[in-house]
């Protein structure tokens, strides 16, 4: 139970579904990510012959037509088929149909989704048509499915939630503070069950041309792309770019306890805070980012050397991966190197907003199934770079406690703790 706020009802993980580069579906995407497997590869979506970088980390294989009525096709982002379709498996997961709930228990269903870019592939594709002269072909409802807030609308109108419906959009942390939030909630009794978690599909011209100029996407791999998300090594160069969706159900944990559900995890702790020091870069010292780890910890009220697992931010940035390394020994100390800990981006590159998400999978993966997913692409370590990230293949192991760490644009940094129930 969190100690950080005066809740008193523990917050229960039931239900989990997703679309991923390695998979569409949760047990396609373990399976994957168990084998080490990478989803990055050529960019099919457009043409990207004129672009420095022409490879990314695509779910390929997601028919997006089936989670959409005909008439809705052209007039939302690609974020809100994705996380229709991760959402129906999750509720599928979890035994819950919305559609058949009570007024009342409808009023206490909500959605909090994490999203770093949410419609901006959609306005860019929309703005397209507008200059081109070919306004027939865009959508009149432009502006309000470019906004964050209309993704978790969608959810809300397709299940006939009336609970909260909001979008937290804090960058590359964002899922995971939307993963607290939708907690909170609960264990504050305002909420009975939420969908949380996070979406995001940047794969778009405009997008990929904003990355290149900010010098932060590996250009060294367009002719072998499974090898480009190099999280750790010493001749990483840069992100690849990852689209996706992690949606997971919560529940207050004695109802679905008795219900009979299947509880994956408990949330246990969170912290969060910000380096205050540059729109995209960490500070060197890398205390605020250990300091949120030491938050979430706090908050679950557990010492450095219960924790199983972590789940690392590794973006494949020279100086990100560094600076992460840097914060887990100012966290955990010697006991940093006692700790098995993986990037989950070295096989599906980098969802943005989506990438906490996607980690709370990977940490639900090790808490269920005793498999913790490897770091792939780690040949030859950075000598800076020297704890256990699980290299290249998984590892079995018992995990009862995993922590999630995030570091965002803006100098955000977001930590989770997830408990095997008890």
Not at 169 to 191: E, K, N, P
Request: glycine share 12%; aromatic share 8%.
């Amino acid at each position: 139970m969190f100690k950080g706020f005066n809740g008193t009802r523990r917050v229960a993980v039931t239900g989990f579904g997703c679309v991923t580069p390695i998979g569409i579906g949760r047990e396609a995407f373990w399976e994957s990510l168990a084998n080490g497997r990478s989803g990055t590869r050529r960019i099919e979506s457009f043409d990207p012959s004129n672009f420095k970088v022409q490879i990314a980390g695509e779910a390929v294989g997601f028919d997006w037509e089936t989670q959409l009525e005909q008439q809705d096709r052209k007039h939302v982002p690609r974020t809100v088929p994705l996380a229709l379709a991760a959402a129906r498996e999750a509720i599928a997961d979890a035994g819950v149909d919305p559609l058949s709930l009570t007024d009342d228990e409808a009023r206490h269903f909500g959605v909090v989704l994490g999203t770093g870019g949410g419609g901006l592939a959609f306005t860019e594709k929309q703005f397209g048509h507008w200059y081109s002269g070919n306004e027939r072909k865009g959508s009149i409802y432009t502006i309000p499915s470019s906004t964050h807030g209309g993704l978790s609308s969608e959810l809300s109108m397709v299940f006939g939630l009336h609970g909260l419906s909001h979008v937290i959009s804090t960058g590359c942390t964002s899922s995971t503070d939307a993963f607290f939030y939708a907690a909170q909630h609960i264990a504050l009794g305002r909420q009975d069950i939420m969908f949380t978690g996070g979406v995001d599909s940047p794969i778009a011209p405009g997008i990929l041309r904003g990355f290149e100029v900010m010098r932060v996407v590996t250009d060294k791999w367009n002719h072998d792309p499974g090898r480009a998300c190099r999280p750790f090594s010493k001749d990483r160069s840069g992100i690849v770019i990852g689209e996706g969706s992690w949606i997971f159900v919560l529940e207050e944990f004695e109802k679905a306890r008795a219900r009979g559900a299947k509880i994956y995890a408990e949330v246990a702790g969170y912290g969060a805070t910000c380096d205050a020091y540059h729109r995209v870069r960490l500070e060197e010292n890398g205390v605020e980012p250990a300091r949120a780890m030491t938050l979430a910890m706090d908050d679950a009220g557990i010492a450095t050397k219960k924790i199983d697992y972590i789940n690392l931010h590794g973006t494949s940035t020279e100086l990100n991966d560094r600076i992460e390394t840097k914060a887990l020994k100012l966290a955990f100390g010697e006991q940093a190197y006692n700790i098995p800990m993986s990037a989950t981006k070295s096989q599906i590159g980098h969802p943005q907003g989506a990438a906490g998400a996607a980690g709370i999978g990977a940490a639900l993966l090790a808490i269920d199934k005793g498999i913790i997913a490897p770091t792939i692409n780690l040949e030859e370590p950075d000598p800076d770079c020297d704890l256990d990230y699980v290299p290249n293949v998984s590892r079995e192991k018992k995990v009862d406690f995993a922590l999630c760490n995030c570091i965002g644009f803006g100098s955000k940094n977001s930590a989770l703790v997830l408990i095997r129930p008890a």
